[in-house]
T-cell receptor, first 116, second 115 residues
Framework: AQSVTQLDSHVSVSEGTPVLLRCNYS??????LFWYVQHPNKGLQLLLK??????LVKGINGFEAEFKKSETSFHLTKPSAHMSDAAEYFC??????????????FGTGTRLTIIP | DAGVIQSPRHEVTEMGQEVTLRCKPI?????LFWYRQTMMRGLELLIY????????DSGMPEDRFSAKMPNASFSTLKIQPSEPRDSAVYFC?????????????FGSGTRLTVV
């Protein structure tokens, strides 16, 4: 079985300050991990993904995440928040099955608010 | 490419009516997924197809829900009869391979309201 836990349901930061969205995962197999972003009334967009290559993964819009196996974590960071970053962010895991990597398991989401 | 196209964007229907949601995946993607998003349960995988064949429908809530993929460029999710608790945003996503290392491309969703 596989699961992800997003440790914060809501994060607020001031514009220009760093962003940290926390995610812990559980998987019986070597997982692939993703972060997706959902802007209000929009679909989900892939931010970045980890697939057993480099542990520090860079994504779009200045976001990056580091895979730490010892901590079973995959936290999302950005050095400087922008107003356009306000959205819901989902940590996602796949690969927890004997049958391949077809299924993604989503976390419950973290709503990021940017304070002007 | 126009991305994953879902229709309608919004649907309001009365309890007991049949509802059909439609999805056109990205050309060349051979995996298609239907998700439901609610405040209470978050994002739930309902069913997914590989090469037009349903692989796992264990997430389909009950027999009122059915999904088909008659060809590589079209899929439907049908609810008959609909109930107020079916109100949610339904997302379709496609992927070029079954291996999710490639990630999914999501459509913009269909917001379903059953009154």
């Amino acid at each position: 079985a596989q699961s992800v836990t997003q440790l914060d349901s809501h994060v607020s930061v001031s514009e220009g300050t760093p962003v940290l969205l926390r995610c812990n995962y559980s998987s019986s197999y070597s997982p692939s991990l993703f972060w997706y972003v959902q802007h209000p009334n929009k679909g989900l967009q892939l931010l970045l993904k980890y697939t057993s290559a480099a542990t520090l993964v860079k994504g779009i819009n200045g976001f990056e995440a580091e895979f730490k196996k010892s901590e079973t974590s995959f936290h999302l960071t950005k050095p400087s928040a922008h107003m356009s970053d306000a959205a819901e962010y989902f940590c996602v895991v796949s690969g927890g099955s004997n049958f391949g990597n077809e299924k993604l398991t989503f976390g419950t989401g973290t709503r990021l608010t940017i304070i002007p | 490419d126009a991305g994953v196209i879902q229709s309608p964007r919004h649907e309001v229907t009365e309890m007991g009516q049949e509802v059909t949601l439609r999805c056109k995946p990205i050309s060349g993607h051979n995996s298609l997924f239907w998700y439901r998003q609610t405040m209470m349960r978050g994002l739930e995988l309902l069913i997914y197809f590989n090469n037009n064949v349903p692989i796992d429908d264990s997430g389909m809530p009950e027999d009122r829900f059915s999904a088909k993929m008659p060809n590589a460029s079209f899929s439907t999710l049908k609810i008959q009869p609909s109930e107020p608790r079916d109100s949610a945003v339904y997302f379709c996503a496609s992927s070029p391979r079954t291996d999710t290392n490639y990630g999914y491309t999501f459509g913009s969703g269909t917001r379903l309201t059953v009154v």
